[in-house]
């Protein structure tokens, strides 16, 4: 299969039907998409109760007072006992940034997360623990079996909308309405 649609920086919104209970009703950032496979960040499912400033705290990570803090998401269910950070395009690790476009980057090294218990890190940005990853063609694959929807990602969506509605904010964005999906593909 080539590849034939370009998936970085784009949102991945489950379709209702999703096979994977880890990935129902789930909106994924797509950080990286290419011939090679994939890797995106889901944005809507915080972990819990995991809280950053308790993150912080797990790895010995100095915080001030203002530091903000927000809630941890399951990223993903590949590695998920690393950190990822998926954040405004402003900020850029001093060790390593992988660079998505010109609105959003990603940073997996400490140095990110020892800059937000400072409150000097990024203004936008979403701590994930674990990633979802896809072999070559493997996305591609679901897509077209009608496992993901894909729309463009804008901060607002990704930063600001509370995490229980982005996924109905998803699709809304592509003019969907929630109820109006079904989990069979049509025939013709």
């Not at 399951?74 to 590695?79: A, L, R, T």
């Not at 001093?94 to 476009?101: F, G, K």
């Not at 995490?163 to 809304?172: F, M, N, Q, Y």
């Amino acid at each position: 299969m080539t590849d034939a649609i370009d998936l970085n920086g784009k949102l991945l919104i489950a379709m209702p039907g999703m096979g994977d209970p880890r990935f129902a009703h789930s909106v994924v950032f797509m950080c990286a998409h290419s011939g090679e496979g994939s890797m995106g960040i889901v944005i809507n499912k915080p972990t819990g109760d995991l809280r950053l400033k308790d993150l912080m705290q797990q790895l010995s990570i100095d915080t001030c007072d203002d530091m903000r803090d927000r809630h941890v998401h399951f990223g993903g269910p590949v590695e998920t006992g690393r950190g990822f950070v998926l954040h405004d395009f402003g900020y850029r690790s001093e060790i390593s940034s992988m660079v998505i476009n010109d609105t959003f980057a990603m940073t997996a090294t400490q140095d990110i997360l020892e800059d937000l218990g400072m409150g000097r890190g990024p203004s936008q940005a979403i701590v994930a623990l674990g990633y979802a990853g896809w072999g070559p063609g493997q996305l591609e694959a679901e897509i077209s079996q009608n496992g993901w929807l894909t729309c463009d990602a804008d901060p607002d969506l990704v930063f600001e909308t509370a995490d229980p509605v982005k996924w109905e904010a998803a699709l809304r964005k592509l003019g969907i309405s929630a109820l109006a999906l079904s989990a069979e593909a049509g025939r013709a």
